[in-house]
Structures are given as structure tokens and as C-alpha cells.
């Protein structure tokens, strides 16, 4: 049942609070007080720098991409678009609503399929990476101190990206699925998909752009694991760099795949607290304190206001 919009916004905003409010709800005043002091002065500085550097090197890797065939673009048009997507996908569902705004931006009559193509392979390329770092802690911490069955989800999730990339760069299996497609959508937007469909497969030439981009990915990955890792290290004390390299991607994923709070907001959060800090012990505390941060790494993303102020109070036409 399709409920009306306005419905489905509030439900969206109770699905993010309400996690949020059961975290704090165990959260003891005074003691929230004394672990937050507790909390290394570097840690701050930190957490907003491994986010804004892995925002800018994602923007940096989508223009890298787009580049192979859309030469003409400059980095500055395609971070702006970039960093617009950011902002909006504070109050879209999943932090993959950026990857449908900044493109929605950036698309015209001529360069559309590139740029949604770009798109594509970038999320692609990230959900790969992180399915691979996860694996990696899996074997790093080891399959006894883990919850069962974890390793079938994760080699899954695995699975399932390698077909997406194996589909996207081979015309046989959607060669096959067009016909349904062509009963199923208007003529106008089947054509849309097929060009973009194009796009994608015509990438898998520009080896030099793609290796590039799978590069970034890493680095933008390992900015997206380290912040955890350094919030850990200033609130407790000790470095938990395997349990963030499982859990952080695990959790990741499961926020992108999940399309039910803006940005992932109190679907993250939950996800951490039932999993990577129950499994560190924390304690409600230091959870708070944590969730706080965690909440400063996603409202960072208000810096895409920048673009949309330049262009409303400095840039001439």
C-alpha cells in the first residue's frame, strides 16, 4: 500500500528518532558529562576531517570518471554537484540519495548518460571495496567472536556486487532482460535506460579512468573506517581497527541498501550500538558520546551549502 507522502516523511523521521531516543534514554547525565571530558582533544578534529576528506575525494572520483568521456567538464562543476547531493541526502533516504541528486544536477540532453553512468560504477566500486574490507575483518577477528551466520551474509553481500559489476559490463544478460523491459516502460524511458546502459558498458574502455577511480575508492573507504577508528580511540583508549574494518562496511552497506531514514539516521546508529558497540562493551556513555559523533560526520554535509550560496549571492550570470 502506497501511503501519501507527508505520511511517509513522518514515517521516515520516526524511524530515525526513535533509535536515537532508546540509545539516550540509557544514557546517564552526569556520566555522559565525564566521558565526553574523557574524550581525547584530538578526536574532534579528527572525525570532521576524515569525513570532509572522503567527501571531496568522492566528488574527485566521480569527476575522474565522467572524465573518460566527457572531457570538457571541469572538477569544480562536477564537486559542485557533488557536494549539492550531499547536502540534500541529509533528508533523503539512504546516503545514496546523493548519487541520484548530484547526477539529476550535473545531467543534460547530451552527457547524460556518462554522468549516470559514472554514477553507477562509482556506487559499484564503493559497495565492492567495502565488501571487501569487511571480509577482511571477518578473518582478522575470526568467525568464533562473531555473531553466526555472519559470514553467509557478508559472502552474499559480496556476491551479489560482483554480479552487479559482472552485469554491468557485459551486454548478454540485459540483452536478454529487454524484451520484459519493453512491455514493462514507455518507449521514452526505455530508450533513457538503454543509453545509460551503453554508457556503462563503454567504460569498461577507459582502463585508465576506471583504475584510477578504484584507487580513490580505496582511499575514500579507509577515510570512511578511519573515523570510527579514531572516535574509538579518543573516547576508550584502545585501537579497534579490525572490529571497525568488519562492522563499519557491514553497517554500511545494510544503510545503503535500506531505504527508510534520511541519510540512514537512526538505522546507523542502531546498527552500531546492537552490534559493533555491544561487541566492544562499551558502556551507555560512551555510546552516547559516540553517537554524537556519528551524528556530526553525517550533518558535516551541510558544507553543501557553499555551491548553493555562491550561486545565489556571487556568482554573475
Known amino acids: 500500500m502506497n501511503l501519501p507522502r507527508p505520511l511517509t516523511r513522518v514515517l521516515r523521521l520516526v524511524l530515525a528518532i526513535l533509535p536515537l531516543l532508546w540509545i539516550y534514554s540509557r544514557v546517564d547525565l552526569a556520566g555522559f558529562r565525564s566521558a565526553l571530558a574523557d574524550v581525547a582533544w584530538w578526536t574532534l578534529p579528527g572525525v570532521i576531517a576524515t569525513n570532509l576528506a572522503a567527501m571531496l575525494l568522492q566528488g574527485f ?3 575522474l570518471l565522467m572524465r573518460g568521456f566527457i572531457p570538457g567538464i571541469s572538477p569544480g562543476k562536477a564537486l559542485s554537484a557533488h557536494f549539492k547531493g550531499l547536502l540534500y541526502s ?11 541528486v548530484r547526477a539529476a544536477i550535473l545531467s ?42 555472519t559470514a553467509h551474509v557478508i559472502f552474499a553481500a559480496f556476491a551479489i556486487v560482483i554480479m552487479l559489476l559482472c552485469l554491468s559490463f557485459t551486454k548478454n544478460a540485459t540483452r536478454r532482460i ?20 551503453q554508457a556503462i558498458y563503454l567504460y569498461h574502455t ?11 575508492t580505496i582511499l575514500v573507504q579507509m577515510l570512511v573506517i578511519a573515523g570510527p577508528v579514531i572516535m574509538l580511540m579518543g573516547i576508550v583508549g584502545r585501537f579497534y581497527g579490525a572490529e571497525c574494518l ?23 546508529e ?28 553525517v550533518f558535516l554535509r551541510v558544507v553543501g551549502l557553499g555551491p548553493v550560496v555562491y550561486e545565489i549571492f556571487v556568482k554573475k550570470d
Not at 521514452?188 to 545509460?196: E, N, T
Open 61 to 63: 572520483r566521480w569527476w
Open 270 to 297: 542502531a546498527l552500531l550500538s546492537l552490534f559493533l558497540l555491544t561487541f566492544l562493551a562499551l558502556t551507555p556513555e560512551q555510546l552516547g558520546v559516540y553517537v554524537a559523533f556519528s551524528l556530526l560526520g
Open 108 to 149: 543534460n540532453a547530451k552527457d547524460y548518460p556518462f554522468v549516470w553512468g559514472a554514477t553507477w560504477v562509482c556506487r559499484l566500486m564503493g559497495l565492492l571495496v567495502l565488501a571487501f574490507f569487511s571480509t577482511a575483518g571477518f578473518f582478522l577477528i575470526g568467525s568464533s567472536q562473531l555473531p553466526s551466520r
Open 90 to 100: 541529509i533528508v533523503l533516504p539512504t546516503s545514496a540519495a546523493q548519487d541520484v
Open 246 to 268: 568488519f562492522f563499519i562496511p557491514t553497517i554500511e552497506i545494510a544503510v545503503i541498501s535500506i531505504p527508510l531514514t534520511p541519510n540512514g539516521i537512526g538505522l546507523r
Open 178 to 197: 529487454r524484451p520484459l523491459a519493453a512491455r514493462l516502460l514507455p518507449e521514452r524511458i526505455l530508450r533513457v535506460v538503454d543509453d545509460i546502459r
Open 206 to 216: 577507459r582502463r585508465k579512468h576506471l583504475l584510477g577511480t578504484f584507487l580513490l
